[in-house]
């Protein structure tokens, strides 16, 4: 069974700038999380999709972050315009269920922003 | 607020001694918990769960306790091996505002000496 997908791997972008991030669960999972994990700290949950639907969002600064799930199955997150302090890792994570299935993640982006 | 405490950053153990893991939380809304390892640049693996109607789980090397009045659990490896060098994380799942989700500590790296 493939695991969750993820690209790009690394970005190095400089601030005011845009970026945006790919996730493909794995096959089958109606929910998908994006999380943010700046150094030093544990993984944060900026949205949580069950299938194409938003079900939180409230930690998603949406002044400049937005994401989408378009047919319930890709994902993408986009930071515009980018600042300093978005210098992190972005992971992405599916589960089958929106509960206490597990969560599995992918390999995550490193976002550094100059 | 931090809502799931890992009050160690770091841990080293001789190799084939025991590794124990410490995670604290505040919210008694929590009732599944997760533990994940991470290696480096890569995505968190999930290891181990607990429900909050259980004390005890375990898996191979792998057992994880849950102590629900204290608001504590543990990991713990025995015996400990230097693959198992890792960041650890603990996350605790409920849920708020109508949604299920975890929330993660900041983790624990455990060094595991040969």
């Known amino acids: 069974e493939a695991g969750v997908a993820q690209s790009p791997r690394y970005k190095i972008i400089e601030k005011r700038q845009s970026v945006a991030f790919w996730c493909n669960p794995i096959s089958g999972h109606a929910t998908l999380y994006w999380y943010q994990q700046i150094l030093g700290q544990g993984p944060k949950l900026l949205i949580q999709?069950?299938?194409?639907?938003?079900?939180?969002d409230s930690q998603l600064p949406k002044d400049r972050f937005s994401a989408e799930r378009l047919k319930g199955v890709d994902s993408t997150l986009k930071i515009q315009p980018a600042k300093l302090e978005d210098s992190a890792v972005y992971l992405c994570?599916?589960?089958?269920?929106?509960?206490?299935?597990?969560?599995?993640f992918g390999p995550g982006t490193r976002l550094t922003v100059l | 607020d931090q809502q799931v405490k890992q009050n160690s950053p770091s841990l080293s153990v001789q190799e084939g001694r025991i590794s124990i893991l410490n995670c604290d939380y505040t919210n008694s809304m929590f009732d599944y918990f997760l533990w994940y390892k991470k290696y480096p640049a890569e995505g968190p693996t999930f290891l181990i769960s607990?429900?909050?109607?259980?004390d005890k789980n375990e898996d191979g090397r792998f057992t994880v306790f849950l102590n629900k009045s204290a608001k504590h659990l543990s990991l713990h490896i025995v015996p400990s091996q230097p693959g198992d060098s890792a960041v650890y994380f603990c996350?605790?799942?409920?849920?708020?505002?109508?949604?299920?989700?975890?929330?993660f500590g900041t983790g624990t790296r455990l060094k595991v000496l040969a």
């Open positions: 607990i429900s909050s109607i259980k």
């Open positions: 996350a605790a799942g409920g849920t708020t505002s109508g949604t299920y989700k975890y929330i």
């Open positions: 999709f069950q299938n194409n639907g938003v079900v939180d």
């Open positions: 994570a599916s589960s089958p269920g929106p509960t206490t299935d597990t969560q599995y």
